[in-house]
Structure formats: C-alpha cells, structure tokens
Nanobody, 125 residues
Framework: QVQLVESGGGLVQAGGSLSLSCAAS????????MGWFRQASGKDREFVAA????????HYADSVKGRFTISRDNAKNTVYLQLNSLKPEDTGVYFC??????????????????WGQGTQVTVSS
C-alpha cells in the first residue's frame, strides 16, 4: 500500500512559478514510475509529466514542455514538479500518481495504481 500526499499548490500570477511535491509512504524506491496529472474544472483529468524509476527518463505533455520539470528523490520517496512561466490555462487540481508495477515512463492513467488527493494550482491573468 502506498499513500501519496501532494503539497505546494497555491495562487500565482501568470508568468510566475510554483513548486509541487509529492511524498510517498512505504520503503524508499517502492513507488515505481511516477507521474503528475491535472484536472481543470469541468474537464477530464489529463497527463502532465512522467518520470521513470531511476529518474533519468522524463516525458511531458506538449502543453507544458519547456516550462515544467519533473524530478524525483528515491531516498526521500518524493517526486517534484517545478512549474515555470505559468499560464491561466494551467489552472487546475494537480495529482501525483504511482505506477508501482512499472519502472519505465508511464503515460496512461489506467496504469497508475495509487493517487494523491490533489493540490490546487490557480493562475490569475
């Protein structure tokens, strides 16, 4: 069983930055591949970024490429998402997720077996 707790969301002006963290319970390195997703009000949850188990491989949605950076620290069982050059369309609830059976990058939501409760990111224009 893995529990994920996100933190770091908030309100920021367009062009600003935020840093999100996701702390996982369990033994270090037990979370497998990790990812971030987001859900805007009235819309489906969408993929944002993913990172493989070692942390050497990453993948981003086109909408955030070049602005967001995902990273992880397996010793601390924590994954991070740095959000730069934020836009109003980045507003939403951001969720981290763990795909414990996978070590490679995972994009599909269905392959993630544990989810955090989400943290709100609001970008004002």
């Amino acid at each position: 069983q893995v529990q994920l707790v996100e933190s770091g969301g908030g309100l920021v002006q367009a062009g600003g930055s935020l840093s999100l963290s996701c702390a996982a319970s369990g033994r270090p390195g037990s979370t497998g591949a990790m990812g971030w997703f987001r859900q805007a009000s009235g819309k489906d949850r969408e993929f944002v970024a993913a990172i493989n188990y070692s942390g050497e491989g990453t993948h981003y949605a086109d909408s955030v490429k070049g602005r967001f950076t995902i990273s992880r620290d397996n010793a601390k069982n924590t994954v991070y998402l740095q959000l730069n050059s934020l836009k109003p369309e980045d507003t939403g609830v951001y969720f981290c997720a763990a795909a414990t059976r996978w070590h490679n990058i995972v994009v599909f939501q269905a392959l993630y077996d544990y989810w955090g409760q989400g943290t709100q990111v609001t970008v004002s224009s």
